[in-house]
Structure formats: C-alpha cells, structure tokens
C-alpha cells in the first residue's frame, strides 16, 4: 500500500540554524500539506501546496518558512533561522486530486525537531 | 474561525462501547474526519462524513448531524490496542486546498 515517507525521523539543531524535512508524498497525489504537533498540544495546518505553489498557509508559515517541490518526488519544508518553538514533530500529508473534501489526507510518520 | 471541540480523556472497559463527541462551528464546511493517533506517531485515517447521518466501517463507526455541528465516533467491542488519541478533523474549504483543522484530541484508555 503506498504511503508517505519522511526523512530524518530525529532532528537536533541549534538555535539559528537552519533545518530541511523531507517528505516523499503518495506517488499520484496532487495535495501536499505541512502540519505540526508541539508535544502534547493539537495538531496545526502550516501551509498547502498545489501545482507547484503555495495555495494556503496559516499564521505559523511566517518568512522564517518555505517550501519546496525541487523534483517530481521530494516536497520539503525549510525553516531558515530555527528558534526553541520550533520544536515539534512535523507531519507531511497528501491527498489525491479528488474535488470536495471526500480525498483524505495521509500522514507521514512525522520529522520530530528538537531545537536547542 | 473554527472552534473544534472534544473531551480530553475517556476511559472504557476492553469490550464495552465508547462514544466521542465532537462539536465544530466553521464556515465553508466540506467534511469531517476521524484519525486514531497512538503516541509518537503519526495520525491514521478513521473515518469520513460529509452528508447527515451513520458511516460504519467494521467496529468503528461515525455520525455527522451539519445542522447541529456535531459529530461522534463509536468504538465497539474495545481492544487494548484501541488505546491512543482520537482527533476530529474539519475539511475547510478556503482556497480549495482543504486542510484540515483538529481538534485537541480525546485520549483513550482502555482497561481490563
């Protein structure tokens, strides 16, 4: 059953260094999504991507974020300066290109971020 | 905004059944989703409700009323494994990308 992957599980940086999380999305979904998980908190939508550009991002997604589709597999989600708030386990999703909300989401097994 | 809530933690008998409630306000509502989350890992896809009424997916099932904003998931015949989180998730329809907005998730134990 396809899934999606995600690369590293573990992160350690320091404080103001930046971090790249890799996801490889379900291979013929058109959706891909970052969402984050502080411990013990909800899950939060960070941003949308569709055909190549960002289509929604919420409050979190500020400058110090970006994204990135740089081949036909790999969607990656860049934080330039990292702070102690980062801190958190980062899910990537996909979903197919169904319209309406009836496509779900898949999750990856999250990238789990420890800034020091 | 959307305002998704659900309890916090619940507790059940392995065996019994457990009921979770779900309520949400949101505009542009395009469907709800259940995801079970055991610790440390990622969200698992449970179920799915756009029109009023009954989904039932082998011993979990899902109820939507949209007039109401509510929703529950029902978990019948309790396993041990059935431990974990289980999160309501809101499709928002904004920009057309659909991304979901959680609830804090209800934490199940269940016991002997």
Partial sequence: ?116 | GQNIDQPTEMTATEGAIVQINCTYQTSGFNGLFWYQQHAGEAPTFLSYNVLDGLEEKGRFSSFLSRSKGYSYLLLKELQMKDSASYLCAVSYSGAGSYQLTFGKGTKLSVIP
């Fill in chain 1, 1 to 116: 059953e396809p899934e999606v992957t995600q690369t590293p599980s573990h992160q350690v940086t320091q404080m103001g260094q930046e971090v790249i999380l890799r996801c490889v999305p379900i291979s013929n979904h058109l959706y891909f999504y970052w969402y984050r998980q502080i411990l013990g908190q909800k899950v939060e939508f960070l941003v949308s991507f569709y055909n190549n550009e960002i289509s929604e991002k919420s409050e979190i997604f500020d400058d110090q974020f970006s994204v990135e589709r740089p081949d036909g597999s790999n969607f990656t989600l860049k934080i330039r300066s990292t702070k102690l708030e980062d801190s958190a386990m980062y899910f990537c999703a996909s979903r197919g290109s169904g319209t309406g909300g009836r496509e779900t989401q898949y999750f990856g097994p999250g990238t789990r971020l420890l800034v020091l």
